[in-house]
């Protein structure tokens, strides 16, 4: 092979003007992200979290009334099993009001990591058939579980109001820990994605993982029942963080510590960051493998 | 004018295959984690792995400019739609390097990205994003694809409620208007109807006389004459023929008679040779009643095959089906099938059976041959297939006037049936030779 490509390209050598504008070659080790790419496929994202938004509401006969009713009611259960049956302390707030808020962003952070986590697997038909940088598949689910994440985030404002919880001036950060819930999922989901196109029970064990990974988060009961000499390690789930913060900045009083926001931000940011080059890794399998 | 739109340098794609045949091509955490310490050990005494590897493209380097429209012909499994899966960039290449000047725009299948539940209008963003157009572009161009696909008033209508031929035309209007400089195209003929088919290549033919370049895989040689001025000839992963259509053709031509089909041939294509190795096909020939071995008929000729096969695990009797593919599309025409006997059968037997289809009344043209033999009770598993295997079968005219009511251009349906017309009231017994009264109605039976 190598004598007569050197001859063809010696032979035929094009203007040194013209440069190509897709060079393909085998990769192997560790790919750039190529995040210029990505970008002029913005549109591409977009449209395909628009799809699944509008697959959503419009396959389920219930529609809206599903993303306010599920945690609601999920909200209901855990009111009465641990703060009724099981008397466990919610930091002086009502205890629905104080686990819906803990609810909404833990929905929205396991809706992120089921769908993007299978995403790959339910669009293998396009990327068996057509280019587009893969990455925008599981990008895709993290906002368009956004649309659901509102809608909670609305029927909690109906909650305060009916128990007369009035926002702080720390309600402004509220983005910031749901941009920190949006990067910890992300991260985590580009592992899961990549790891599910490549070992097919991973499916299984996600609703495990969900399972115990809610259980393991302030979702149903607040973080101050945590003894204090654990608190620095229980910190070291994400979940924690961003599930305090939030109530925190929403309610305006929680247990959570300047320490572990900072703790939270680097560990998103490394999963996001090694989640993102193991995701370009092993991409360029993908279509071999779905 | 003659500049380089694609240059292609030694490309070679390599495939691994499970071990074992029917397992599943993707592995599991629980298996990775058993086999780690076997593997370990393995790597340790210096055993290479038990994965077998299968080269699809071996060795391939072409160049294309600007404006040329090359079609890759070859049999399945000769690495045509692996080398349009590399150069459309969906999977990466082992070996080798592709150059690329100019905007892509590849189209692997008709209706990439569509979703049933969602409507015409929701669908062209959407599979126009996926192709790579910009939403803006896609506005710009939303009342072309709207026109070329006929289908103004369904536009908010979900496209699972379009007929298949609607949404034929919604899905490949869409990519017909993506205005690549590079076209990649995969039998996305082999889908729709005739006239769909026809709209289709008128299409491809535009973007080719607007200078831009095409690039055409198809098994249907008609299409690829009609349309290419180059064809290039993959097979085995290689290029073994490069120049005017033409005499690719007839190097492909060439190559297929001279195709000898025994147990081996193809085993390691799963494409066309699937199947549990119970059963295999030993030998394959087409005669006719004299005995020769022939390709092409006549219509209205006998045609004789003879198979031959050899049992390697016991099967509950044994069957075959002879089935004959449109050349055009691909979809299978007709089939007939026969029990060869119910009887057990142990490893070691090998038969021979001869079948004959006589007064094959199908209009000219070329038929690859599907040839599937099984258990006589159909069985998932023990079965062989050739598919596409053998040289097609070639039927020509022969001197039947009887049957002469086509036009050798058009392939309009598949079967010649005879038809007699009648000028004038319906009522009317006389037949004449030659429309006499072409202003009056007239009935063709």
Same mark, same amino acid.
């Given at each position: 092979?190598?004598?007569?490509?050197?001859?063809?390209?010696?032979?035929?050598?094009?203007?040194?003007?013209?440069?190509?504008?897709?060079?393909?070659?085998?990769?192997?080790?560790?790919?750039?992200?190529?995040?210029?790419?990505?970008?002029?496929?913005?549109?591409?994202?977009?449209?395909?979290?628009?799809?699944?938004?509008?697959?959503?509401?419009?396959?389920?006969?219930?529609?809206?009334?599903?993303?306010?009713?599920?945690?609601?009611?999920?909200?209901?259960?855990?009111?009465?099993?641990?703060?009724?049956?099981?008397?466990?302390?919610?930091?002086?707030?009502?205890?629905?009001?104080?686990?819906?808020?803990?609810?909404?962003?833990?929905?929205?952070?396991?809706?992120?990591?089921?769908?993007?986590?299978?995403?790959?697997?339910?669009?293998?038909?396009?990327?068996?058939?057509?280019?587009?940088?893969?990455?925008?598949?599981?990008?895709?689910?993290?906002?368009?579980?956004?649309?659901?994440?509102?809608?909670?985030?609305?029927?909690?404002?109906?909650?305060?109001?009916?128990?007369?919880?009035?926002?702080?001036?720390?309600?402004?950060?509220?983005?910031?820990?749901?941009?920190?819930?949006?990067?910890?999922?992300?991260?985590?989901?580009?592992?899961?994605?990549?790891?599910?196109?490549?070992?097919?029970?991973?499916?299984?064990?996600?609703?495990?993982?969900?399972?115990?990974?809610?259980?393991?988060?302030?979702?149903?009961?607040?973080?101050?029942?945590?003894?204090?000499?654990?608190?620095?390690?229980?910190?070291?789930?994400?979940?924690?963080?961003?599930?305090?913060?939030?109530?925190?900045?929403?309610?305006?009083?929680?247990?959570?510590?300047?320490?572990?926001?900072?703790?939270?931000?680097?560990?998103?940011?490394?999963?996001?960051?090694?989640?993102?080059?193991?995701?370009?890794?092993?991409?360029?399998?993908?279509?071999?493998?779905? | 004018?003659?500049?380089?739109?694609?240059?292609?340098?030694?490309?070679?794609?390599?495939?691994?295959?499970?071990?074992?045949?029917?397992?599943?091509?993707?592995?599991?955490?629980?298996?990775?984690?058993?086999?780690?310490?076997?593997?370990?050990?393995?790597?340790?005494? /210096? !055993?290479? @792995?038990?994965?077998?590897?299968?080269? +699809? $493209?071996?060795? =391939?380097?072409?160049?294309?400019? %600007?404006?040329?429209?090359?079609?890759?012909?070859?049999?399945?499994?000769?690495?045509?739609?692996?080398?349009?899966?590399?150069?459309?960039?969906?999977?990466?290449?082992?070996? /080798? !390097?592709? @150059?690329?000047?100019?905007?892509?725009? +590849? $189209?692997?299948? =008709?209706?990439?990205?569509?979703? %049933?539940?969602?409507?015409?209008?929701?669908?062209?963003?959407?599979?126009?994003?996926?192709?790579?157009?910009?939403?803006?572009?896609?506005?710009?161009?939303?009342?072309?694809?709207?026109?070329?696909?006929?289908?103004?008033?369904?536009?908010?209508?979900?496209?699972?409620?379009?007929?298949?031929?609607?949404?034929?035309?919604?899905?490949?209007?869409?990519?017909?208007?993506?205005?690549?400089?590079?076209?990649?195209?995969?039998?996305?003929?082999?889908?729709?109807?005739?006239?769909?088919?026809?709209?289709?290549?008128?299409?491809?033919?535009?973007?080719?006389?607007?200078?831009?370049?095409?690039?055409?895989?198809?098994?249907?040689?008609?299409?690829?004459?009609?349309?290419?001025?180059?064809?290039?000839?993959?097979?085995?992963?290689?290029?073994?023929?490069?120049?005017?259509?033409?005499?690719?053709?007839?190097?492909?031509?060439?190559?297929?008679?001279?195709?000898?089909?025994?147990?081996?041939?193809?085993?390691?294509?799963?494409?066309?040779?699937?199947?549990?190795?119970?059963?295999?096909?030993?030998?394959?020939?087409?005669?006719?009643?004299?005995?020769?071995?022939?390709?092409?008929?006549?219509?209205?000729?006998?045609?004789?095959?003879?198979?031959?096969?050899?049992?390697?695990?016991?099967?509950?009797?044994?069957?075959?089906?002879?089935?004959?593919?449109?050349?055009?599309?691909?979809?299978?025409?007709?089939?007939?099938?026969?029990?060869?006997?119910?009887?057990?059968?142990?490893?070691?037997?090998?038969?021979?059976?001869?079948?004959?289809?006589?007064?094959?009344?199908?209009?000219?043209?070329?038929?690859?041959?599907?040839?599937?033999?099984?258990?006589?009770?159909?069985?998932?598993?023990?079965?062989?297939?050739?598919?596409?295997?053998?040289?097609?079968?070639?039927?020509?005219?022969?001197?039947?006037?009887?049957?002469?009511?086509?036009?050798?251009?058009?392939?309009?349906?598949?079967?010649?049936?005879?038809?007699?017309?009648?000028?004038?009231?319906?009522?009317?017994?006389?037949?004449?030779?030659?429309?006499?009264?072409?202003?009056?109605?007239?009935?063709?039976?």
């Amino acid at each position: 092979m190598t004598a007569s490509a050197t001859v063809a390209a010696a032979g035929r050598q094009p203007d040194p003007g013209r440069r190509p504008s897709v060079v393909i070659q085998p990769t192997s080790g560790w790919a750039a992200l190529n995040l210029r790419e990505l970008w002029t496929y913005r549109d591409l994202l977009l449209i395909l979290a628009g799809r699944d938004v509008k697959l959503r509401y419009k396959q389920t006969g219930l529609g809206v009334t599903w993303v306010i009713l599920q945690p609601l009611v999920a909200a209901l259960i855990f009111t009465i099993m641990f703060g009724r049956f099981a008397k466990l302390p919610s930091d002086g707030h009502p205890y629905i009001v104080f686990v819906f808020s803990g609810v909404v962003v833990w929905n929205y952070f396991a809706a992120v990591l089921q769908r993007a986590g299978n995403s790959l697997i339910t669009d293998a038909r396009l990327i068996t058939k057509v280019y587009f940088p893969r990455l925008a598949i599981p990008l895709a689910s993290v906002f368009s579980a956004l649309v659901d994440l509102a809608v909670a985030l609305g029927v909690l404002g109906v909650l305060m109001l009916v128990y007369g919880i009035m926002p702080t001036w720390r309600i402004l950060l509220l983005p910031f820990f749901i941009g920190l819930t949006a990067v910890t999922a992300t991260g985590v989901s580009l592992w899961l994605s990549a790891l599910n196109v490549r070992y097919r029970d991973f499916a299984h064990a996600m609703p495990f993982m969900l399972q115990v990974w809610m259980f393991a988060s302030p979702v149903a009961y607040a973080t101050s029942i945590v003894p204090e000499r654990w608190r620095l390690l229980y910190s070291l789930n994400p979940a924690v963080t961003f599930i305090e913060g939030m109530r925190w900045s929403v309610l305006g009083t929680s247990s959570i510590e300047p320490a572990m926001v900072v703790l939270t931000s680097i560990v998103a940011l490394v999963v996001f960051i090694g989640g993102a080059f193991f995701f370009r890794r092993v991409e360029q399998g993908f279509a071999d493998s779905v | 004018m003659s500049e380089t739109a694609i240059r292609v340098e030694g490309l070679a794609k390599c495939y691994r295959i499970a071990r074992a045949l029917g397992k599943q091509p993707y592995r599991t955490l629980q298996e990775d984690v058993i086999a780690l310490p076997r593997n370990l050990w393995k790597r340790a005494l /210096g !055993r290479s @792995d038990t994965m077998e590897t299968f080269w +699809a $493209l071996e060795d =391939v380097s072409f160049e294309v400019t %600007q404006g040329e429209v090359v079609g890759i012909i070859g049999r399945n499994g000769a690495g045509k739609s692996t080398l349009l899966k590399i150069l459309s960039r969906i999977t990466n290449p082992t070996r /080798g !390097r592709a @150059d690329i000047y100019g905007r892509v725009g +590849a $189209l692997l299948e =008709v209706g990439t990205g569509f979703h %049933q539940e969602l409507t015409g209008r929701e669908n062209i963003f959407l599979s126009g994003a996926i192709l790579g157009m910009r939403k803006s572009e896609i506005a710009r161009q939303f009342d072309a694809i709207v026109d070329f696909a006929e289908v103004e008033q369904f536009i908010d209508t979900p496209a699972k409620r379009y007929s298949s031929g609607m949404y034929m035309r919604l899905a490949f209007a869409v990519a017909a208007h993506l205005e690549p400089e590079i076209l990649l195209v995969d039998e996305v003929l082999a889908v729709g109807d005739a006239a769909f088919q026809k709209k289709c290549l008128g299409k491809m033919e535009d973007v080719a006389v607007d200078g831009r370049t095409v690039f055409f895989v198809s098994h249907n040689t008609q299409a690829v004459r009609q349309l290419c001025g180059r064809g290039i000839l993959l097979e085995h992963g290689r290029v073994v023929a490069d120049g005017p259509t033409d005499s690719t053709l007839t190097v492909y031509n060439q190559r297929l008679r001279e195709m000898r089909v025994d147990a081996e041939t193809g085993v390691n294509n799963p494409e066309n040779r699937r199947g549990s190795g119970a059963i295999r096909f030993t030998g394959v020939s087409v005669e006719d009643l004299g005995g020769a071995e022939r390709y092409t008929f006549a219509m209205g000729d006998t045609i004789r095959l003879r198979l031959s096969f050899t049992v390697h695990a016991p099967m509950r009797g044994a069957a075959v089906v002879v089935a004959l593919r449109s050349g055009m599309s691909r979809e299978i025409v007709t089939s007939v099938r026969h029990v060869v006997t119910e009887r057990e059968l142990a490893p070691g037997v090998s038969s021979t059976v001869v079948i004959d289809l006589p007064n094959v009344y199908i209009r000219p043209g070329e038929y690859p041959l599907y040839l599937h033999l099984g258990e006589a009770i159909q069985s998932p598993k023990n079965y062989d297939v050739l598919d596409d295997m053998t040289p097609p079968l070639v039927i020509t005219a022969g001197g039947r006037a009887l049957h002469d009511n086509f036009d050798q251009t058009k392939p309009l349906g598949v079967f010649s049936i005879p038809s007699r017309m009648t000028i004038g009231e319906a009522s009317g017994q006389q037949e004449t030779e030659a429309p006499v009264a072409p202003q009056r109605p007239h009935i063709v039976r």
